[in-house]
């Protein structure tokens, strides 16, 4: 078991979670630097990304070595841990389960050697949708997994190292066109460290450079912390190979470019630039856009912190109302292996967020978020600041409805939890209980990230998946652990097959997208 932090959780609620983040990846290769301190501090700049699990990979040239462990990455390292891993490339993961439950075995990275002597290590940002298939051609191939692990992640690693008569890098041109869905690769041999990332570009990926080396990590904030200076984004169906000779570059696959809009309003850092446009002038754009689609007479706009942060000051300069402080943040509040009683539970918010009430006590309150999911954060923000004295809560969001599941590397609520489904605007205002609600419109949202609509996947918030998904549901986060015996049997999938979503794993309506409107979410008017 990982050590607690003696933190609070950082779920308001752990029965009830909201969007779970994609991963973050690092790969650096820099001889003579302490290669993984330097995959730790940029671990730490992606922690964001992803809190259940950390790893690093390293080689001397002559192995390698993988350390990881359940946690945060303060958790699982240790100054004498990373003095033992000595090299002069690694990779790094900071992992949210996406495929695969939150397990040891499938903390990344994952890692696998060949009958060549060749050892591959491997971490992964996003989610596959062919993994079914994958599972087929690898145990075909006679590489079964023997560790325990049911992530697609293990599946790529053992696919590379089934082709012990290939480089790492023949091999990967051959696997790369082979996996369909949502990925950025960070993996290496003993000497070169590889990137890659889908034809599609889903999930972000950049290349970095040190004076004595190149660094590659999902966010630009991660090459800040470590001090490389940003050359590129790693490009849509591109394979980048990094040792003594320098750096290659090959395609393995036409562009498609449909970066994920979701990046924009919740997952990357605001100090990250994605696609030349910085994420923090990104939301602050989209807070002016959602003031002037949602006016209101008001008295003080105040952010959820620091989620709204941005978009509340926008909202503010565009629509001339004050901004100011309403709600603090316990600064201690993160990832816990001691949940709350229900006592605590109770409580809800309070544990995380309590209100200003010399600030809000006879006001009119415009409080600006990121995302209404559940809509659990929000009820509870609006009550909490009635009992403080706000005369009326208006509530104004910076991202449309979320209407649909992300099978890309997002873990969101299945569909039946999405109280966008089902309820149409006035529905979801009086769940929350708030005087007002705006959601910033998907134009608004496209515009302020000054990306091309056609560039960015919108699927969560229209249900436009780019990537196609596998015919009778045979996606999702347990897929492996749910299927992966009788598709290595080559047995034909029965009719009634389910596919599982949400955190929890349980099972969810099978009928083909598009979904019908669930009731999962017509209760949410008698919500407590």
């Known amino acids: 078991m990982p050590r607690g932090d003696g933190r609070l959780s950082h779920e308001l609620d752990p029965e009830r979670p909201g969007p779970r983040d994609a991963c973050g990846v690092f790969g650096v290769w820099a001889p003579g630097e302490e290669v993984a301190k330097l995959t730790y501090f940029g671990l730490y700049a992606l922690q964001h990304r992803g809190q259940e699990a950390a790893g690093i990979a390293v080689s001397d040239g002559s192995g390698v070595v993988v350390y990881k462990d359940l946690g945060l990455v303060a958790q699982v390292f240790d100054e004498p841990t990373l003095a033992s891993l000595r090299g002069h490339l690694a990779i790094g993961h900071a992992r949210y389960s996406t495929t ?8 990344q990275p994952t890692i696998r050697s060949n009958t060549a002597g060749t050892t591959i290590a491997l971490a992964h940002n996003g989610n ?29 690693t053992a696919l590379l190292a089934s082709r ?20 950025s690769f960070v993996f290496m041999d003993e000497n070169t460290l590889y990137a890659a990332r889908d034809p599609h570009g889903v999930r972000p990926l950049v290349l970095g450079r040190m004076e004595r080396g190149w660094v590659v990590a999902s966010e630009t904030a991660a090459l800040d912390i470590v001090g490389a200076s940003v050359v590129r984004e790693v490009e849509p169906g591109e394979l980048i190979a990094i040792d003594e000779h320098g750096l290659r570059s090959a395609r393995f696959a036409v562009p498609e470019p449909k970066g994920c809009l979701f990046e924009y309003v919740y997952i ?7 696609a030349g446009r910085n994420v923090y002038s990104t939301r602050v754009a989209i807070g002016r856009q959602l003031a002037k689609e949602h006016p209101v007479e008001a008295d003080l706009v105040i952010p959820v912190p620091e989620s709204g942060t941005p978009a509340a000051i926008g909202y503010a300069e565009a629509s001339g109302i004050t901004y100011g402080a309403g709600l603090m943040k316990n600064p201690y509040v993160g990832r816990t292996f001691i949940q709350p009683s229900q006592t605590l539970r109770q409580l809800g918010i309070r544990l995380k967020l309590n209100p200003l009430r010399e600030n809000v006590r006879g006001k009119r309150v415009v409080v600006v978020d990121d995302s209404i999911v559940r809509g659990n954060t929000q009820r509870a923000i ?11 809560v208006h509530v104004r969001i910076s991202s449309p409805p979320v209407n649909w599941p992300c099978f890309y590397g997002i873990d969101f609520a299945t569909r039946a939890e999405l109280l966008a489904d089902g309820l149409d605007n006035e529905g979801i205002r009086r769940s929350i209980g708030a005087d007002s609600l705006g959601y910033v419109s998907l134009a608004g949202l496209i515009a302020a990230t000054e990306q091309p609509k056609t560039r960015l996947c919108r699927a969560c918030f229209d249900g436009e998946y780019p990537i196609e998904l596998p015919a009778g549901n045979l996606i999702g986060k347990h897929v492996l652990e749910g299927v992966g015996r009788r598709v290595a049997d080559q047995a034909p999938e029965p009719a009634e097959q389910r596919y599982h979503g949400g955190s929890d794993g349980a099972d969810v309506d099978s009928t083909p997208l598009p979904l019908i409107s669930s009731p999962g979410s017509r209760d949410a008017l008698q919500r407590p």
Do not use: C, Q, Y
């Not at 949708?129 to 145990?139: C, I, P, Y």
């Not at 990357?268 to 994605?274: E, N, S, V």
């Open 382 to 392: 609006v009550r909490m600041l009635r009992e403080a004295g706000a005369l009326e």
């Open 164 to 183: 012990p008569d290939l480089s790492v890098e023949a091999a990967a041109l051959e696997v790369l066109p082979m996996l369909r869905g949502a990925f």
């Open 268 to 274: 990357a850092r605001p100090d990250t630039t994605i």
């Open 128 to 156: 596959l949708v062919n993994t079914a298939e994958l599972a087929k051609e690898s145990a075909a191939r006679g590489m079964d997994s023997s560790d325990g692990s049911t992530s697609d992640t293990a599946l790529v």
């Open 100 to 107: 695969g439950g939150s397990t040891w075995e499938n903390a």
